[in-house]
């Protein structure tokens, strides 16, 4: 059974970069035909696609967030990465890396990790 585990700063400052790592057990990333996405939700809102990676290294991005994100993946050792840069409060969320048979995701159909906070403030 596969297992995602999300790590990275609780707490990343206004402009900043926030960078996040996802953990994955139990499954290769590179398997077909996965995509490994980065969801996030703020507080009072739904879930927030923000990009994925395939099980090919092709990158999909959402469109309001493309300009400032960056995924990529290291395959030996089966983690992938979330990278958004100029950070606002606006990004105060929970940040959960996902496994799903689609790029883009709306709702929780595969397999997702515990999520982990992020707050933006200064």
């Known amino acids: 059974q596969v297992q995602l585990q999300e790590s990275g700063p609780g707490l990343v400052k206004p402009s900043q970069t926030l960078s996040l790592t996802c953990t994955v057990s139990?499954?290769?990333?590179?398997?077909?035909?996965?995509?490994w996405s980065w969801i996030r939700q703020s507080p009072g809102k739904g879930l927030e696609w923000m990009g994925a990676?395939?099980?090919?290294?092709?990158?999909y991005y959402s469109p309001s967030l493309k300009s400032r994100t960056s995924i990529s993946r290291d395959t030996a050792k089966n983690q992938f990465f979330l990278q958004l840069s100029s950070v606002t409060p606006e990004g105060t969320a929970v940040y959960y890396c996902?496994?799903?048979?689609?790029?883009?995701?709306?709702?929780?159909?595969?397999?997702w990790g515990q999520g982990t906070q992020v707050t933006v403030s200064s």
């Open positions: 996902a496994r799903e048979l689609r790029a883009v995701v709306t709702t929780r159909t595969g397999s």
């Open positions: 139990g499954g290769s990333i590179t398997t077909k035909y996965y995509y």
């Open positions: 990676i395939a099980y090919s290294g092709n990158t």
